[in-house]
């Protein structure tokens, strides 16, 4: 066995691409929190050490990844080496011991320490102990290291498994000219139906996938697939929700942009999931059923309107009337609801300037209402932490509406002339 | 017109957003006749508004307080008069009992027990609108009740003045206006939405609704309220009839000493004269001097005149309970300018003796309550405490309080966590960097400035209450009739919501029983030497003592043994006990800062004039060569020349102590300095002397105080003078105290040629005791051993080998190995690699899945490697031992170093035979890190050898370049120049570097003391 220790110190979370990446040198891949052994020995028959060692530095290097290297014939001394450096065991420092108790998964050994204070320094020092001496003193750490280091007790290659991918593929029978919608409706519908399924069993919804149109092969244009990238404006786990969604995003694109060949197929693959927490279905209630369809519907809307347009919104912890609510992603975020004195359903975004002139109220668009009473002052202070507010707000009977109006400073100067805006309308 | 009966200060904790002055203040610009605090469960706030208000005549202050209730919205209650001001007292003191601090609930049984009381007439209740009005009317006399309505502008007033009307016609209460305020004015929103955000652990940006929606819970004019209320002027109206009828003024509280004990045929005067008289007769055994007769008639006199004299017998009393019990005390303080202090033994200090100024202790114009704070042994202070819970019961006996108030660097924490700049708990120096960071990637506008101007605001604001280190309060009547009591986090404990000054602001006694740990290390060593401590030297007159405090070879000792102390004896040179007076009082900020040192020092050696140019100022100047040193010396310059009288030179003395934060200093300055020009002083000479005076606005020693710590100073210096062993014995075992940790007080005493032997499993006790004139360490050095541990381990003892040690003991793993690395097992013939592979295998034996059924627990080592470990070098000798007991008796770790490493030749004592000026360069153990505010940002360190030790001195830019390497390391080599005055040596450094680098740095790390400002 000779095993190549690959150890990142920096930037765990590359190591996951970094252990694929490394599947092209060997098949026997073993991930730990922050090293990936290779075992290169089975391989020799397509590179040296040498040019696999070679090659991996160059992988590193285009990956713009650093790691330290160990090569050894066991897990244990390739990640000892990688991380003390130096060629000898016996030169290693007692602290590697963990390396050679745990190598995939080490943990600093705690009998490290007392030998410090013993003088026992170096793992050459170590060895020199005689082994029946140590499991009364160290247990059966102790032991298991000692065996670990003489090569005595091997450790169980927890072999690396990179994560799956969902695609589904769906093809025609002979690659076929598309003039209609329909029948890529009916292969979309097939592929998304095992999507679902296996997002079911995982547990998880649709938060994101890419829709590829695979195109005749024989063609001479040098374009064989059409990708489209769709993101859920919710994470869906309803079909019907999807469907209709992606019909009439790929609807429009294809109207806007047709296929350059004929369709062989079409496939798609998962892009991004959302934890699905209530996976078992409640048949007696209504309401996943209801959110489901908000979702969709929302998620229509936007695909026409736009998503600045079309959007949830949940109540914020904020005292200025207009920032009192804020767009969400997440439907179940429904914020507090706080008692407030009673506040038109509908605001203007911007507040409209008013003028009083006599009993009307005009505006700079010369609407006018003519007041026939008004309640207040409201007084609204404060997030002087930001620009700061200070407004006096009126609920203003007119002869045609109820209007929500309020008065502050003009001017950011201390003693500005206050002015008059009307911000919400009462149904 | 409107009074404003709902208040909450600062002490309604982070809710009031005012102190109570600024609303006592406020209320008094706004024209409003009476203004009622009612903070959240206590009355915490009423001295200072009571001080405060003292100065306006023509505003009433009401005392109140908000109790929280169970299941109901808080109540306020007023207090009408002084019976209904106890009432609410012990009210409150119930709401606190048993419950968790800041918790405070009344049950509804609790609320109408109390309100049956008679004394319950006197309480006006007011309930917020959505309180159960009918539960309410049956538990509080119909004439005490009143809702509250508020006009607050947040969109509810007419919701809200509809319920009012509907409940006053529905049960027939009547309706009271108040404004429900938090802060004395308006731009103080700000500050108090900060406050909520951090009430509510988040950001401002996230509290929305749990904000108050506006600033309008300020202080308001009676014509603004007027404006609100113009709908329903009887609630403005039924306000002022409140606040007509509360009649109750904080004056009233007096206390009444417990005098139940005084002898039947006296009375506390007449008692107190008794035993005075004979207290003199002791003091004074040749005869009381006409002199002292006279002061003592004198001070009789005024404690009659002002009725103290309760108070000095239970002074007497506690001091008598202590010496009954040898517990060693002694009064400090201003009282030692009492000879009837001296006589009645509170105090050690003869006043007569060092020309005392009994004004400085209790005066007539000031009409306040003598301070008499007491040290006592700080182990045993715990007994005399116990013994007053036990004479005058729990009810009467309780201690103050101290307000932890917010300093500029917590506020600034605080406030910007409120902000959402989360700073977390950075150092002093990372915290504004990070800070700064912070604050300008924030979306708060402005959110630096803002952090920095609310911070400021918040500077001062009380935090939370904690026990006063000794102040205690004892009364003839319940306490709890007087200030509500809490209980204190300690248990056991019980608080009353006031602090010290408070107390002062009332005019109420307090007696302060300090905790000192010399005097346990003091009474430690008298035992071992067989000595009491009135017969050490009494003429205190010893040369070998003068001798070695003129050496600065003070380490350990009371007072003069800290860095600045000790490089002052080096230049002060003193020769008698009043020049230890000086030296006790001359290392102070007041003196340092008033530019007194250098001219003193000049005077004493002859190089300057001791010039006085008045007689008058010669007779006061003339103990300290025309420099004023002390307090009682303002006063008395004031006195004889200034023209003022005993109580105005108090009076001038406070006013300097609070020179920077209070006006009053201008007028009584210029009046100083008007009369001294008028005694015949030039102006300039008047401006030097004020000056001077200045100074002692940073603190400053009195001379009494002075006189008592330098009497401990000389006992600690003739004891270990004398009796060095002993002395490291005794001040080994009251560790913790004084300046030095165990290491330094073992490395000096092995200096002085005294043998320090190592902890033994057979010999040593839990303290550490003496041995043939050696001092054997204890079991209570090793670092994480309890006592009960300790107590198994003697008890089993003796031990015949180390396989016999391990077999009848149980002690923790690490402990043995940190014992057995440390060579605690030597004295088997051990080497400690070898005791701690021992002690290894023994440890996994004693686990009962491990027990060797065949051994039946008569274990002997077997044969093993343990001879092949190496035997441990010289410094990790040192190190171990370090590890396990924070101290080496092995030697210093820089002998070893030495050994180890390429050190400069140079140590601290060879240095010291170098020319002054020479440019120098020495390792060693930086000991104490310090950085005083008065040293124009000088940092000044210790550095510690085998030989002794050396003063480093560094300068702001060379700090600047070195500090990284300063602070994070604690062996270095320092490089400077030698500076030299007598006795007195100093390294003026010019660079730094560590020892070894992070790579190869041994595991010792030995944390210095720092005093960091």
Redesign the interface.
Known sequence: MRVLCLLLGEKPERLQSLAESCLAFSPQIALSREAVFLEIGASRSLFTEKECIQRLKELLKSADWKAKMGLADNPASALAFARYGGASVEQLPVEALSEYLQPFAPEPFAGAE?FR????ATLGDFK???RV?LP????KPGLLAYERLLNANQVAWPRFRPEEKIQERVDFDCAAQIETFEPVFFLLKTAFQRIFLRLYARRQLLAAFTVTFHLNRLASHGTRARITEIRLPLPQGELKSVLSLSDERLRKELELRPLEDALEGVSITVADTAPNANAQRDFFSKVEEEREAWSSLVGRLQERLGPQAAFLAAP????LPEA?WKKTLDEKERGTF?E??LRPLRLLAPPLRLQRSGDWLVSADYRRWRFTSF????????E?????F?R??FHVETTTDALWVFTAPVGKQEGSPRGLWLHGVYD | MYAELECKTNFSFLRGASHPEELIERAVELGLPAVALNDYDGVYGIPKAYWRSKRHKSLKLIVGASVSLENHPRLTLLAQNRAAYGLLCRLLTASHAGKEKGKALLSWQELATFLAEPPAQGLFLLAPLDSDCHRLQKIIPKKNLFLTLHRLLDGHDAERSEKALWLRSRFQIPLVATNDVHYHRRERQRLQDALTAIREGAPLQKLGHKLFPNGERHLKSPEQMQALFKDLPEALAASLEIAEQCRFCPSELRYRYPSEWIPESHNAQSYLEKLTWEGAIRRYPHGVPEKVQEQIHGEFALIAKLQYADYFLTIHDVVDFARQKNILCQGRGAAANSTVCYCLGITAVDPAKFDLLFERFLSEERREPPDIDVDFEHERREEVLQYIYEKYGRHRAAMVSAVITYRSRSALREIAKALGLEVGTLSAKKLKKVFSEKAAASESKNAFQLTEELSEEMSGFPRHLSIHSGGFTLSADPITEIVPVETARMEGRTIIQWDKYDLDYLGLLKVDLLALGMLTALHRTLKLVGKELHSLNPEMNDAPTYAMIQQADTVGTFQIESRAQMSMLGRLLPANFYDLVIEVAIVRPGPIVGGMVHPYLKRRRGLEKADSPHPKLEAILRRTLGVPLFQEQVMKIAIDLGGFSPGESDQLRRAIGAWRSSGEIKPMAERLKKGLIQSGLTEDYADRILGQIAGFAEYGFPESHAASFAMLAYASCYLKRHHHAEFTCGLLNSLPMGFYQAHTLVDDAKLHGISVLPVDPNISEWECVMEKGAVRLGWKLVNGLHRKEADALLAARPFSSFADFLRRTSLRRDLLLRLAGGGTFSCFGLEPRTALWHALESQRRQQPHQGDLFLDGRYEFPPSSASSFSPLSEFSRIQEQYGAFSLSTHGHPMMALRKMLRLPKLHTQSAKQLKNGSHLSVSGLILVRQKPPTAKKMTFSTLEDEFGFLDLAISPQVYERVKDTFLENCFLEVRGKLQKETNSFSVWVSDLRPLWTPQNAPELFIEPTQYFH
Not at chain 1, 136 to 139: A, C, I, L, N, V
Not at chain 1, 377 to 382: F, Y
């Open positions: 007392v204070k013993l003088g026992v020199k102990i005689p001496e009364s003193r160290f247990g914020a912890p904020r005292l009192s706080v407030t004195p309640r207040g002052p409201e007084k609204l202070q404060g002087w932490w930001l620009e700061g200070e006096e707000y």
